[in-house]
């Protein structure tokens, strides 16, 4: 990326690895949670898609959470992508892992509910 396209990176790749690791277990997890949740494919499919959009488009993603009004950056927040967005930004920009545990702890929590939810659904269907 730096040489193709002029992308600057000053992070450690083992500390930029190790958020997005968590970053994508999280999503992976709650993807799975949701499809306990709902009963038919396609609906699972429609809300995810919803869920999936609205999260890119608020979380900074898309565009940069700065430019929100003070209401929408306080939902914003809410939002796990925002976080993974900040964290991932941050250590690839160099930023000690420490300046984003908040971030960290949030996307941790995410996963934790969602895994219980996931494993609750499953192991019900399962038995």
Not at 91 to 118: C, Q
């Amino acid at each position: 990326a730096e040489a193709l396209f002029d992308v600057r990176y000053a992070g450690s790749p083992v500390v930029t690895a190790a958020v997005w690791t968590l970053g994508t277990t999280t999503f992976f997890t709650m993807g799975f949670a949701l499809g306990g949740l709902i009963r038919t494919p396609q609906t699972a499919q429609a809300v995810g898609n919803f869920l999936f959009l609205s999260m890119f488009f608020l979380s900074g993603a898309a565009i940069t959470v700065e430019f929100f009004p003070s209401w929408l950056a306080l939902l914003s927040s809410a939002l796990p992508l925002t976080h993974f967005v900040d964290a991932l930004a941050g250590t690839w920009m160099g930023d000690p892992l420490s300046e984003h545990a908040g971030s960290l702890a949030v996307l941790l929590g995410y996963f934790v509910v969602s895994l219980v939810i996931a494993r609750r659904r499953f192991s019900a269907v399962l038995a």
